[in-house]
């Protein structure tokens, strides 16, 4: 079994069933980017594995442990953490506060405040202001720090790239790669294909909140994987 | 006569401080109004009247805290955890039943006269302040609230836990996301809560009286000043309730024909100005 494994998932809000019998699997240490259009289901794909979503049918596990039916901080405690769609950044809180949250975790490993801030230096200048004070860029590293100080294995990210301008884009497909070099595996939602093709080892489109099909990231651009974006 | 008003009202504002900061930490971070609080801090007087006259004065400042802590674990698990996923209106009405039921066990156990509980020797004396001889008591109930508000400042502001609770209060499914365990931090809530109204029950025997009632009063105090200082909101809270003992101290006073309509004028106010109340910083949206 991977490390994330997602079987036969149906999922949603209320009645309302999003995902219908979806599977995907990511290892340790391995990146995989889901596309799709907007209303495909992917970010209800990503907030499934933190419970904040109905499970209808299927399971999650996350390294063994079947957590579909396990309260929502249990996911993080087990090894994959979230940066969400719109940051969702405490403002209540300093941005040392908002990194420090994911210390409920208890997990230990090289991602500690300072390797954070070595990672986004804006961070370490700004680690005494209130989480509100930053621009949508430094919203999004407080974001991605405050996921990777739960040591994950699997780094989950939506659209990390929303609303950021290109020179920002290159920054966090950056920042991506140290994540990727340092052993933690990402599943990343984006619309870039570019960082996708970047950053990941294999890709999948979804559509109707079910995955169409994928391949290698390198091939993204093959003539074959046309059709799947078209839908 | 000033003078001795403003540290009245600062007395009888931290027994409120204490009551209703513990209400605004469970409304932060179930969404409940603890309707029961009040019966809580009535069988912490009653406790409080029943250890001091066995014992004395100081055990009952330490056990009954003690013993209404169990009270706290009591909620969290039979009530609080179970329905969490009900609606807040029920949960909130289920709190406000249990409250009875307290209060008419309490009654049936101590009578229905009030009861008195005399000062330790220590705090039974007087001392001159601006000329006016003041009771110790009062003052020493008033040292208490002040230290438990900075005592609960240091906890949420210095302590990683505190640093968890503000941010479950303001966002508990971001949070529990991030890995934050609620129902942990909630048990020890809850704990707190029910131990600080305990401790303001023991508190009130050589101040006011312990009579049937003051469930019934207290709450009504509490709800005022919660809603006042914004829902789940500790510092409006705290404030709120300083803001409450003030003008019900100079009221009953200066205005003496409508001051029993004060709090709710008060209430009535500052919700047409401001619909959050108060609301400062780490409350509730």
Redesign the interface.
Known sequence: MSFLEISDLSSGYGKATILRNLSLSVDRGEAVGVLGRNGAGKSTLLLSI???TRVFGGEIHVAGTRIDRL???R???LGV??S?QGR?I????TVQ?NL??????GRKGDWNLDAVFDLFPILRERARQPGVALSGGQLQMLAIG??LM?NPEVLVLDEPTEGLAPVLVDVLTEALLKVRASGTGILVVEQHHALIRAVTDRFVVMAKGQIRGGGDSADMAAEEYAPLFEL | MIPTLILNALAVSSLYIMMASGLALIFGLRRVMNFGHGAIYMVGAYLGYTIASGMNFWAALILVPLIMSVFGVLLELLVLRPLERRQQIEVALITFGIGIVIAQIVIRIYGGTPLSVSAPPLLASSVKIFGADYPVYRLFITVIGLCSVVALAVWLNAT?TG??V??VS??P???????????RLSLLISTLSTAFAGLAGVLVGPYLSIDPGMDVAMIITCMIVVVIGGTGSIWGAIFAALIFGFVQTFGTVYLHEISVLLPYLMLIGILVWRPQGLNF??GAE
């Open positions: 933190f419970g904040q309260p929502a901080y996911a993080a405690h953490s979230f969400p969702m405490l403002p209540n809180l506060e420090c949250m994911s210390l409920a975790t405050r996921a739960a | 990683r640093m968890f503000r941010a303001h966002a499914d971001v949070s529990s996301m991030m890995g934050i365990n609620a129902d910083g780490g």
